[in-house]
């Protein structure tokens, strides 16, 4: 799928996701998308099915076609998350009418055929809805594509691909077993008897190693703290975590049994940036509000509309959306304000800082043209670019050179960095 393309379906709801059918429904017809062809780099079509698969789940169904030189590409992404444990199918394929089961294959899972010591490791094909047939077709369109230049510069070794192609196309005729692996838990082989119980498929759930959590972008560190509420024993979860056309960030979590305490906070995986970042966002729609957005730290947040600034030590590091940091805004200015409650609030301040509450609740509903900034003069914060990799029309990013003193708030004047080992 093209990466506009995939912009397209982030955050869709399950609601849309209908049963998968052989009938011609209007409401189940594949979007179409005009998206980039990544092999001649001119436009082709996408089209995106969102369909639910009986007995299973959500999945989005995509094949990208390219009119000018052919090209064409399917795959299939699940729709919901990681489950919580691997899962492994063992079928014992034994007729045409197995042949013909149905099969998700998730890109992290591995497909094996122990008679014919077989193996299609992780992460080596793109995720795929099809048949059992149609993964053993894809094995020996695999090993076949290259037999051309082998059999011109090792025609011993096209000989013995040339056997085994033969050992996979009799694999239709005969009995045999298939295994996939899904450590991600998101694999699935049709049960054609289901409700009822399948004997030739046997289905096992599994705790996956660290392994294999660290493969699939999910391993978590965790180490004893204490809460900063209560001074209880706690325990800190912290990830490294890729974000994309950007750069590595370490996300820590905090939860505490005894109050209930719970916090979290972003900090740059990586070192400060030779200049700083000023990114500027004029907000246009309600969807601006799902942006990924990770503040740092060291940002400040400015709406020039609302003559409103906010600091870079008011509020930490966070990994965020737009929604989420307008709604932490308002909380910090309106309602854990301490000037709006008790003897030191008057009626003047309370009504500017409910007018303003009321402002950040138009923005967030998509009622007023504002510009919302993040100057970082670590450069270590970002603002999702949905249209990635073109150019955001509504997103300016500029970098500058620090001043001496936001250098002196980094602490960045006094950092010896050559020679300080003399």
Request: net charge negative.
């Amino acid at each position: 799928m093209s990466v506009i393309a995939e912009e397209n379906v982030r955050g869709i709801g399950g609601s849309v996701f209908k049963e998968i059918s052989a009938d011609n429904d209007e409401d189940n017809q594949p979007t179409e998308i005009e998206s980039l062809c990544m092999n001649c780099y001119q436009n082709g079509m996408t089209r995106i099915l969102l369909t639910k698969i009986p007995f299973f789940k959500e999945v989005i169904i995509s094949s990208f076609t390219c009119p000018n030189c052919s090209w064409s590409n399917t795959e299939i992404q699940s729709a919901g998350r990681i489950q919580d444990q691997g899962i492994a199918y063992t079928l014992k394929v034994k007729s045409k009418q197995d042949m013909n089961r149905e099969v998700v294959k998730a890109d992290s899972a591995t497909t094996r055929i122990p008679e014919l010591d077989f193996e299609i490791p992780p992460y080596t094909q793109k995720g795929s809805l099809s048949t059992i047939e149609g993964l053993i077709d894809r094995a020996v369109a695999g090993l076949e594509q290259d037999q051309q230049l082998r059999n011109a510069t090792a025609p011993e070794v096209a000989v013995k691909i040339d056997e085994f192609i033969d050992k996979l196309k009799k694999l239709k005729e005969g009995v045999f077993t298939l295994v996939i692996d899904d450590p991600s838990g998101n694999s699935f082989v049709e049960n054609p008897f289901a409700p009822q119980k399948d004997e030739a498929l046997s289905v096992s759930h599994y705790k996956r190693t660290p392994q294999q959590d660290a493969q699939l972008g999910i391993k978590v560190l965790t180490f004893n703290t204490n809460c900063p509420e209560c001074n209880a024993p706690a325990s800190t979860n912290m990830k490294l975590v890729q974000i994309p056309h950007f750069k590595e960030v370490i996300i820590m979590a905090t939860n505490c049994d005894d109050c209930g305490h719970r916090t979290n906070e972003v900090k740059s995986g990586g070192a400060t940036e030779e200049l700083g970042t000023k990114i500027t966002l004029h907000l246009t729609d309600v969807s601006d509000m799902s942006r990924d957005l990770l503040k740092s730290e060291t940002c400040s947040i400015l709406i020039p509309e609302l003559e409103f600034e906010l600091g870079m030590a008011a509020v930490g590091g966070k990994f965020t959306t737009l929604e989420g940091l307008l709604k932490d805004i308002k909380d910090l200015i309106v309602s854990k304000n301490p000037f709006t409650c008790g003897d030191s609030s008057t009626s003047d301040r309370t009504e500017k800082l409910k007018l303003f509450g009321e402002k950040i609740d138009k923005i967030m509903a998509g009622e007023m043209d504002v510009h919302v900034v993040l100057d970082d003069p670590a450069g270590n914060s970002y603002l999702q670019n949905v249209y990635a990799p073109d150019p955001d029309p509504e997103m300016t990013t500029e970098k500058y050179t620090r001043t001496f003193e936001q250098n002196e708030d980094l602490g960045l004047n006094d950092m010896k960095t050559e020679g300080y080992q003399e």
